[in-house]
């Protein structure tokens, strides 16, 4: 597995030290950040899915942005409440600890007005069992030109190529478009081929485009690469990050 320490077992406040203290993360970070900035409409509503510590609902809140945040960890929750106090006191952020079963149930979910973009930032998705469930829940929460841009974990990224690991699951990963690492040191997820996360969606979003998970190094970088016509090499594009930022479209 990754010695990146953000994959490491920690939470709440261990984590937020961790995951503030290594450059990468915060480089990793800050171009996701400038993403949803360009993608979001100012003052939009917004619903931070799996939000940690508040990092992100934080940064975009103070920003005029309203925040819908959840998250099932009751140490992150705990330590997101004091990080965000002043702004879920001034009702700018709202956060959501049910149980998962009742989010996707629509029980206590938090998001009273409808979403303009759903977002969530290193890797929630990658730890969701029924990704078809999820996108129903973010397809309920958004309005009608609702979007959604994730950050997950890239199975094609070629640091991990150098690890026995990596070539051990590559087999899995083409034949069934995803393969699972169990846990230990890391917490146990799944990894998905573009494809895969593209059709696992397709009957609530669109996967529109793809970004490297890393501050734009030129300007083809900072467009993507638009998958509507297909996933063709993209694979190529986010070859050197250990993140990609995907783009999903709400349908009608």
């Known amino acids: 597995m990754s010695s990146n ?10 984590y937020f030290k961790r995951i503030t203290a290594l ?20 003052g939009a509503a917004l619903f931070d899915f799996g939000a940690g510590p508040g990092i992100d609902a934080r940064f975009f809140a103070e920003r005029g942005f309203t925040v819908d945040a959840y998250d099932v960890d009751p140490k992150m929750c705990e330590f997101f409440a004091a990080h965000c106090r002043t702004f879920i006191d001034s009702g700018r952020i709202t956060l959501d600890c049910a149980g998962y079963a009742e989010f ?15 977002i969530s930032n290193f890797a929630p998705l990658n730890q969701v ?34 690890t026995r690991w990596w070539w051990r699951n590559v087999p899995r990963l083409w034949r069934d478009g995803h393969f699972f690492v169990a846990g230990g040191q890391a917490p146990a997820h799944t990894r998905w081929r573009l494809a895969d996360f593209g059709a696992l969606s397709s009957p609530y979003f669109r996967l529109a485009r793809v970004y490297r998970g890393l501050p734009p190094t030129r300007k083809q970088h900072s467009k993507g690469v638009d998958l509507r016509r297909g996933y063709g090499g993209a694979w190529l594009h986010v070859a050197t990050s250990q993140f990609m930022f995907l783009l999903f479209e709400k349908r009608d």
Request: no cysteine; hydrophobic share 45%.
């Open 23 to 42: 450059e990468l993360n915060r480089r990793v970070r800050s171009a996701y950040q400038d993403l949803v900035l360009r993608i979001a409409p100012a």
């Open 104 to 118: 996707l149930a629509g029980k206590n979910s938090g998001a009273e007005r409808r979403i303009d973009l759903i």
């Open 5 to 14: 320490p953000l994959f490491k077992s920690h939470t709440g406040a261990e």
């Open 129 to 162: 069992d029924d990704l078809p469930a999820l996108f129903a829940k973010f397809h309920a929460l958004t309005g009608p030109q609702g979007k959604a841009l994730v950050s997950v974990l890239n199975p094609y990224f070629i640091g991990d190529m150098k």
